[in-house]
């Protein structure tokens, strides 16, 4: 089942001749329970593309099936809703709250769904054992390695069940062995059933993923390489 679908999507920043269209009629499918990483130069279109796919942002034109509801167009209001509701985010950065421990941080999310204290907190407990910090439910973030600090932000994307989860280069900020530790979670969500969309600029962590989608000048130049493909063949 189609989970996420881009039709004919423009965005086009400024007019005339100052007019940049960062991304040119991009058409993209991912389908339910696909592991998939975007990859291509700097300016190719895949930060924006994400930024799309997550709610973050809106097309110039197009249309943007999200769990088969056009959200292309949808106010701020309406978006905030989605994202909340159907998006996990995991960003290079952990973005977590420094003053708050590990367990609070991961029940955030779930405190703007509206879910009741003790369910937010065993929901919390849970997403953090799946990480595998179950003895570090209380510490705060300086109290955690960059490796653990990026498992509760994944963590915390988790945690309201979302039917896809985004990621923006979450390996980034990691040494090879943490970045190995991070991607075996990301790949055991996937074997459950998560839907997995990363952006990486790393070819090791994209030949991890199912499929890769290569973006150049806006455009989706490949948009079914695999892992195999990345190793054996230059991509242009």
């Not at 991912?30 to 997550?54: D, F, L, Q, R, V």
């Not at 300086?142 to 600090?149: E, F, M, R």
């Not at 600029?201 to 493909?229: C, K, M, N, Y």
């Amino acid at each position: 089942m189609k989970i996420i679908q881009l039709e004919n999507i423009f965005k086009i920043y400024g007019s005339g001749e100052t007019e940049v269209k960062a991304l040119n009629n991009v058409n993209l499918i991912i389908n339910e329970g696909e592991y998939c990483s975007i990859m291509g130069p700097s300016g190719s279109g895949k930060s924006t593309a994400m930024n799309i796919i997550g709610c973050l942002d809106r097309p110039t034109f197009g249309s943007y099936y999200l769990d088969n509801v056009d959200v292309a167009q949808m106010n701020d209001k309406a978006l905030a809703h989605i994202r909340n509701k159907k998006l996990g985010f995991v960003f290079q950065q952990f973005h977590l709250l420094s003053q708050l421990t590990a367990l609070e941080n991961v029940m955030l999310p779930m405190a703007y769904a509206g879910i009741n204290a003790q369910e937010r907190r065993d929901r919390a407990t849970e997403a953090l054992i799946k990480v595998g910090l179950e003895k570090r439910l209380n510490n705060k973030p300086t109290q955690l390695s960059g490796g653990q600090q990026q498992r509760v932000a994944i963590a915390r994307a988790i945690v309201n069940r979302p039917v896809v989860l985004l990621a923006d280069e979450p390996t980034g900020a990691l040494d090879s062995r943490t970045t190995q530790e991070v991607m075996d979670i990301f790949s055991e969500l996937n074997a459950s059933g998560i839907t997995v969309v990363m952006v990486t600029h790393e070819p090791d962590v994209a030949r991890q993923t199912q499929r890769i989608v290569w973006f150049r000048d806006g455009e989706v130049v490949h948009s079914h390489l695999t892992p195999a493909d990345l190793s054996h063949m230059a991509v242009s």
